[in-house]
């Protein structure tokens, strides 16, 4: 069965950093297309940062304003999602998914493969 579970969620201060993992089962993330999705609530889900099975990186959301990293640890068979200096904005549920191919899309549509989500708060 294939599968993708996101962890690393919480409630922080601003300021403060957190990082998500997306960690596979079932299939090798190494060659696959991995994008980080958050939803805000009330909006529809959007691309925040993208790393390609060739390990290009995308990021598609101007409000990281490059506190964000995305990262491959293929040993762990998994995606990190570092963010730093957290604020507000950042708060929604982050969804890591998963396409077979070598190319970053910020389309929802072209992605089989979803996490469960983790919730992030940035509250004081």
């Known amino acids: 069965q294939l599968r993708l579970m996101e962890s690393g969620g919480g409630l922080v201060q601003p300021g403060e950093s957190l990082r998500l993992s997306c960690a596979a089962s079932?299939?090798?993330?190494?060659?696959?297309?991995v994008t980080w999705f958050r939803q805000a609530p009330g909006e529809e889900r959007k691309a925040v940062l993208c790393i390609s099975g060739a390990d290009a990186r995308t990021n598609y959301a101007d409000f990281t304003d490059g506190r964000f990293t995305i990262e491959r640890d293929n040993a762990k068979n998994t995606v990190y999602l570092q963010m730093n200096s957290l604020k507000p904005k950042d708060t929604g549920e982050y969804f890591c998914?998963?396409?077979?191919?070598?190319?970053?899309?910020?389309?929802?549509?072209?992605?089989?493969?979803w996490g469960q989500g983790t919730q992030v708060t940035v509250s004081s």
């Open positions: 079932g299939f090798f993330l190494r060659y696959n297309t």
């Open positions: 998914a998963a396409v077979a191919d070598n190319l970053c899309r910020n389309s929802p549509e072209v992605y089989p493969y």
